[in-house]
């Protein structure tokens, strides 16, 4: 079995990179740009963990976890916040939360 | 031993947390005094904490700069949580009033305990988790209120912070491709001088420029400094900017310091733009909040300039300055949150007359607000002017022509504020401010502070001295 | 013997053992910070501690009068301390003949403002005093700081009480005028700091005067730096076209702080010119001497002509000044001993004359609310002593004989004629650019003294003389025993130094020896070497 070079890898995880900060700085729905933003910390999952594997490395694999778990907690206070602006100004677009500019 | 003040921070903020559930709401006044009591045992074990030596096979390390960023992140900690007592209290007003002390001190101590990790980390595993640390509390607490200003700032300020620590992470993907270590010391060795360097380091510097808000990263600033609580945005503006100069120090100072000669020019182009950026734009500003993000903004340009020369000069002016900030600036903000705590405004023209209604606190903000400007004899005059003499150092005169004509700027609104104080007359029917006496405890130690620093030499000699010996545990 | 002269006069001459001087800065100070205690109501109370707190200053200053020698090279009564040593940084302080007539004349107007805005000051008392008096310490500190960082320490410290004193006491645009003054100033004194760094590099971590005037620059950097330097001091003093802040300044500020602004502050110019612009920079100070003479002879015609035309007394006292220190700066630019002598003693005649000016201008405001000069004339019948008073500062200010400025100015010609003829021996371009722009330059300014005459001799005629025309005039009252007391010691003071000058000018004439020794060589070099050459063999055949 041909395994698939790490440039190739990379260059995924460049990708994903790339539309999820595409996606941060053009959407405009909250959730959305929150997931674009966990698209990118997978992007660089994916990078630390093909660096590791191809080379016979553990401390990539060890990062990687840390990131899944330490985004699970950002989600959840994201989330959270979310819900409290959405009970109050019953919206999650960013453009309708508009109070903070003079 | 080494930990030690980590530890009993952690401890405390359990103790407060667990305490919370068995205390009555009059009772929860106690918690404050309690955390207080958190944090000056903790600054005592620091005193007695060595400031070199390794724990955890290396992962976790004191050298004599990391003993000055926690001391700095203990100060503000304290003047924070004494400044904000007024609001935590159940005698608080009600719409300003900050409800569940318990966890509001819980996670300002969780937050903390980030910030002290993160002086000791020495690979990008501990540095990802301990930044993280340091970060995900304070969304909480700038959306604390729960009120539709406060949701604003706190879900503007998560999705930024994410995305800043999402960029900073793909460079440390890239390091660790490069050099197969995650170990931050092991690092200069192992790289070279090639683009893919110098992408990771920009990924990295641009993941650490939200937090020290570097324009052009610094736009979340304004927005979280005015929709947070007061006492939350007094918070950020000096711990979380002491922690982000922490984290850029490790990198560049231990990862790049081979390659830091060659993009001196970039450090002094992104210094320039954040302090004419954020002078230019507090000239305008009539909110307070707003007027002090941008001011913090200039000053995080003028912290940059400690970066020019490598040397033990440049970090020394860093720390120096670091230490003189946060003093100065919480100063500050103990009037604005004493002010906007008892009027519930935060319009700068509602300062008018402060020096005829309460002339001790009118002096205060105005000795805080010189500070900041660097009028001499202050301390802000000496540490902007020895972080001008490392640019003058590195060849940069140009820069320190640039920094003295911001400087000028700076003054012209710091004096803006000064003129509502002292020139304006007050308000018909305005009423002295109250102040508490914990507020004005931490009024009177920042004030004094933030002027002996400057005439009083100790302190700048033994951060020198501090960062000559951690120079020379680098060159190890 | 002369080389030795030159070389001394930045060096301290005697250590003092008692911190005499660091006392006389942080006199006024002690007395501010105890100001802090008593309350806001008692007025009376902050009124007698302030003088009092003023008058304890001039006793100090006097003590340091007392133990200075005359015949001394060299900075005396020296207080040398590390401040911060790690970085090179020093607190020094001593006195020399150039500073101590300025010293003098700060210590001793103290009192006199104090005293004369007792009713000048209707309000916040207590802010006024805290703040006259730390302006005091920055005034005496940065004439007496000889370490390039704490006198830039002193130099700001100025800044914040009188942009306060401006901000809260002035008149209706005060407010325009304070922010100008402060930014003006606050702008031209940063570009010094960045001078005074780059010096404090090229020495290797110094910021101790002498040391820093041994160094070695290259013409390129003594020109970028002095440019630094002198716009700070420039601006302050202030020559044209850096003065507009100045009328605005003056006009708006309340009697005291005009009295002080005129008195002390716009001597803190062409004294930081003197002391740290032309030893650091001397042959700078030659290639830009051309620039600031042609500078210092616009100033003097256009003040006098923009104060010839102003309707508003104080408008017109305020562009005097402009004119005045034209004079002065013409003495500083010659650089000979006796234009040196003019514009040191110049710079005190000013202090006393303009401040008195000032005071008297003062009174009439607070008698009538207004200084239009139409809204008066004829006064002098109902306050008789006012009006002698005024006449005879009047005569002080235009230079008549036996009066103060008359000695001032006329040193100040003596100088610029002996420089323009001695030239006459080289006949030579080069030497004759120079000795042209001298005296072409002095004939033109020796048209503003008549100028002068002019504009003060027609405002007293229509204030004072003729019929009184407005009826609002019939009801004044002439000065109380308190405003009497004020302008007589003020008026024994222009007297003293017209007729019996020699007191004053010997303070600073071995200083003032010492300076030219030391660096007219360097500046003639530059801005007319034929005459260097000569004054170099003159000087050899005095020492066979």
């Not at chain 2, 106690?30 to 070199?52: F, R, S, Y």
């Not at chain 2, 793909?170 to 360097?197: E, N």
């Not at chain 3, 700070?232 to 802040?245: D, E, G, S």
């Not at chain 3, 500083?332 to 000016?357: M, P, R």
Request: charged letters at 10%; glycine letters at 8%.
């Amino acid at each position: 079995m041909t395994s698939i070079p790490l440039g190739h890898i990379l260059l995924l995880a460049a990708l994903l990179f790339g539309i999820g900060l595409a996606g941060v700085l053009t959407r405009r729905n909250i959730l959305v740009m929150l997931m674009s933003v966990e698209v990118m910390m997978n992007a660089v999952n994916l990078t630390l963990v093909g660096f590791s594997r191809y080379n016979g490395w553990t401390e990539g694999h060890v990062l990687a976890f840390f990131i899944i778990a330490v985004a699970a907690a950002e989600a959840a206070v994201g989330l959270a916040m979310v819900l409290a602006v959405f009970r109050l100004k019953q919206t999650t677009y960013v453009d309708e939360l508009r109070l903070l500019k003079r | 031993m080494l930990m030690l003040p980590e530890l009993i921070i952690v401890a405390t903020g359990f103790i407060l947390l667990v305490l919370d559930l068995f205390l009555t709401e009059k009772q929860r006044d106690l918690l404050v005094p309690l955390a207080l009591a958190g944090i000056a045992a903790a600054l005592g074990a620091l005193w007695l904490t060595p400031d070199h030596g390794v724990l955890l096979g290396g992962r976790f390390a004191m050298d004599p700069l990391a003993w000055w960023f926690k001391l700095t992140f203990l100060i503000a900690a304290f003047v924070t949580v004494m400044l904000t007592s007024g609001l935590l209290e159940s005698a608080a007003p009600e719409p300003r009033k900050l409800h569940s002390p318990g966890e509001f001190l819980t996670i300002l101590l969780f937050n903390l305990t980030g910030m002290l990790l993160l002086a000791s980390t020495r690979d990008l595993i501990t540095l990802y988790v301990a930044l993280e640390l340091a970060t995900i509390p304070l969304f909480l607490l700038a959306a604390w209120r729960r009120d539709a200003l406060g949701g604003e700032a706190g879900l503007k300020y998560m999705v930024i912070g994410a995305l800043a620590s999402a960029l900073m992470l793909y460079g440390f993907g890239v390091l660790y491709g490069v050099t197969g270590t995650m170990r931050l010391d092991a690092m200069p060795a192992l790289l070279h001088a090639d683009r893919t360097t110098l992408y990771a380091a920009a990924l990295i510097v641009a993941g650490v420029g939200f937090k020290l808000t570097l324009v052009p990263f610094h736009m979340w600033a304004p927005e979280v400094y005015q929709g947070a609580p007061p006492p939350v945005t007094a918070w950020l503006s000096v711990a979380s900017k002491a922690a982000g100069l922490s984290v850029l120090m490790l990198v560049l100072f231990r990862v790049f310091r081979p390659f830091l000669h060659d993009v001196s020019f970039a450090i002094a182009v992104l210094a320039t733009v954040t302090m004419t950026i954020g002078n230019l734009v507090a000239i305008v500003q009539r909110n307070i909040l707003r007027f002090m993000a941008f001011s913090a903004i200039s000053q995080a340009g003028y912290l940059l300039l400690g970066f020019l020369a490598g040397g033990s000069v440049g970090a020394a002016a860093m720390v120096f300055y670091l230490l003189v900030y946060a003093v100065t600036n919480l100063s500050v903000f103990a009037v604005i949150i004493l002010h906007n705590q008892q009027t519930g405004s935060t319009e700068l023209t509602d300062y008018r007359g402060l020096s005829q209604l309460n002339p001790l606190l009118a002096l205060a903000l105005m000795f805080g607000l010189f500070g900041l400007g660097g009028i001499p004899p202050l301390a802000g005059f000496v540490g902007k002017f020895l972080l001008f003499s490392v640019a003058a150092q590195a060849g940069y005169h140009w820069l320190v022509g640039v920094a003295a004509v911001n400087s000028t700027v700076s003054l012209y609104y710091y004096l803006r504020l000064v003129r509502q104080m002292y020139i304006e007359a007050p308000a018909e029917g305005a009423v002295p401010l109250k102040p508490g006496w914990m507020l004005s405890a931490g009024l009177a130690v920042t004030t004094a502070a933030s002027m002996l620093l400057g005439v009083v030499p100790t302190v700048y000699e033994s951060v020198r001295a501090s960062a000559a010996a951690w120079l020379q545990s680098l060159g190890q | 013997m002369d080389t030795s002269i030159a070389q001394n006069w930045l060096q301290f001459h005697s250590l003092s053992s008692f911190p005499l001087l660091t006392l006389l800065c942080a006199m006024p100070l002690g007395f501010a910070l105890l100001a802090l205690a008593i309350p806001d109501e008692q007025t009376s109370a902050h009124k007698a501690w302030s003088f009092v707190g003023s008058l304890v200053t001039l006793a100090v200053a006097l003590v340091v009068l007392g133990g200075f020698d005359r015949n001394a090279v060299g900075l005396q009564q020296v207080d040398d301390y590390a401040w911060i040593p790690s970085f090179g940084a020093r607190w020094t302080l001593g006195v020399d003949g150039l500073s101590l007539p300025l010293v003098m004349l700060t210590a001793f107007l103290m009192p006199i403002i104090f005293a004369g805005a007792w009713s000048a000051i209707d309000k916040r008392w207590k802010e006024f005093s805290i703040a006259m008096l730390i302006l005091e310490t920055g005034m005496l500190g940065s004439l007496l700081a000889v370490d390039l960082l704490s006198f830039y320490v002193f130099w700001e410290i100025m800044l914040v009480p009188m942009y306060l004193i401006v901000g809260i006491w002035g008149g209706k645009d005060r407010i325009y005028a304070t922010v100008k003054f402060f930014i003006y100033t606050m702008f031209g004194s940063l570009l010094m700091l960045v001078a005074i760094l780059w010096l404090y590099q090229k020495s290797g971590g110094s910021f101790a005067l002498a040391q820093l005037a041994a160094l070695n620059l290259s013409d390129k950097e003594q020109t970028w730096l002095f440019a630094a330097f002198a716009l700070a001091f420039l601006i302050k003093v202030p020559v044209f076209p850096f003065h507009t802040w100045l009328p605005d300044a003056h006009t708006e500020a309340p009697t005291p702080g005009s009295v002080v602004l005129a008195g002390v502050m716009l001597k803190l110019g062409t004294y930081g010119l003197l002391r740290f612009a032309i030893p650091l920079f001397p042959s700078a100070m030659g290639t830009f001497s051309p620039l600031l003479m042609t500078l210092a002879v616009i100033g003097i015609i256009f003040g006098a002509l923009m104060a010839y035309v102003q309707t508003d007394v104080k408008r017109l006292v305020a562009y005097s000044s402009v004119s005045h220190l034209g004079f002065v700066m013409l003495g500083i630019v010659i650089f000979n001993e006796e234009s040196l002598q003019g514009a040191v003693l110049q710079g005190v005649n000013h202090g006393i004359s303009t401040g008195a000016l000032f005071l008297l201008v003062g009174y009439l405001y607070e008698r009538r609310h207004t200084r239009e000069i139409s809204e008066f004339g004829g006064i002098a019948a109902k306050m008789p002593v006012y009006a002698a008073f005024f006449v005879f500062v009047t005569m002080s200010s235009i230079a008549l004989p036996l009066t103060n400025g008359f000695v001032g100015e006329f040193l100040i010609f003596a100088g610029s004629f002996k420089e323009g003829v001695q030239a006459v021996i080289a006949p030579v371009a080069e030497a004759g650019r120079w000795r042209n722009t001298v005296l072409v330059g002095g004939g033109i300014a020796s048209l503003g003294v008549v100028l002068g005459a002019v504009y003060m001799l027609s405002m007293v005629r229509r204030v004072f003389f003729g019929q009184i025309t407005n009826p609002a005039n019939k009801a004044l009252h002439d000065l109380d025993w308190r405003e009497k007391t004020i302008m007589a010691i003020l008026a024994c003071f222009i007297l003293w130094i017209g007729v019996y000058p020699s007191s004053w000018l010997n303070l600073s004439k071995t200083t003032v020896h010492a300076m030219v020794l030391a660096h007219r060589p360097a500046i003639l070099q530059v801005r007319a070497p034929l005459d260097y050459k000569h004054e170099a063999i003159q000087h050899e055949h005095a020492d066979r």
